[in-house]
């Protein structure tokens, strides 16, 4: 059974770039949440899609968009990088509907700006 | 005031010890309460759940849930050095978003 996959592992990318992350579901799961984590803090909530619309967006600019296709996989877009989007990107998935079930959560994508 | 709070540490506890980690949060609204553990370097691995006041056991983890007092912790029995790793504490509403603390650092010394 497929846990949650992250692509790519590391990206190094200069400031003003634009950068997809990659993510496909745990198996049975339809519900897709992306997270920043910087160092030493916890993850930050960016959005969640479910049923490829955004149904949640956390406190995060416009320069981060998302998009979730029909086989349930999800795409994390990051514009005019800066500096400060050096962190790590968890990808979780769960099962919407199913009360409270848990996120579980990929490999990450740690994405460095220079 | 965060909504999640947590103990940065890090807590030392010597091997074969009770580590005893806790994590307070301020929307009473909140739901299920999840504690994941993380290693350096590594994504958040799930260990424990609850959604009801009480306690929960799994292995020699157990989870305490106390909704009045918006209070939950985490007991690790028989600690093993693989224990150590940040904890994160996280809430959330049903299908809503997770809301983390910073997460404690657990040390375990032979």
């Known amino acids: 059974d497929a846990g949650v996959t992250q692509s790519p592992t590391h990206l190094i990318k200069t400031r003003g770039q634009q950068v997809t992350l990659r993510c496909s579901p745990k198996?049975?799961?339809?519900?897709v949440s992306w997270y920043q984590q910087a160092l030493g803090q916890g993850p930050q909530f960016i959005f969640q899609?479910?049923?490829?619309?955004?149904?949640q967006r956390g406190n995060f600019p416009d320069r981060f968009s998302g998009h979730q296709f029909p086989n349930y996989s999800s795409e994390l877009n990051v514009n005019a990088l800066l500096l400060g989007d050096s962190a790590l990107y968890l990808c979780a998935s769960s099962l919407n509907g199913a009360g409270g079930q848990p996120q579980h959560f990929g490999d990450g994508t740690r994405l460095s700006i220079l | 005031q965060k909504e999640v709070e947590q103990n940065s540490g890090p807590l030392s506890v010597p091997e074969g010890a009770i580590a005893s980690l806790n994590c307070t949060y301020s929307?009473?609204?909140?739901?299920?309460f999840f504690w994941y553990r993380q290693y350096s370097g590594k994504s958040p691995e799930l260990i424990m759940f609850?959604?009801?006041?009480g306690d929960k056991e799994d292995g020699r983890f157990t989870a305490q849930l106390n909704k009045a007092s918006q209070y939950v912790s985490l007991l690790i029995r028989d600690s093993q050095p693989s224990d150590s790793a940040t904890y994160l504490c996280a809430v959330n509403r049903v299908t809503d978003k997770l809301i983390f603390g910073t997460g404690t650092r657990l040390q375990v010394f032979p």
């Open positions: 198996s049975g799961h339809d519900t």
């Open positions: 899609y479910y049923e490829e619309e955004e149904r």
């Open positions: 929307d009473r609204g909140s739901q299920s």
């Open positions: 609850i959604y009801s006041n």
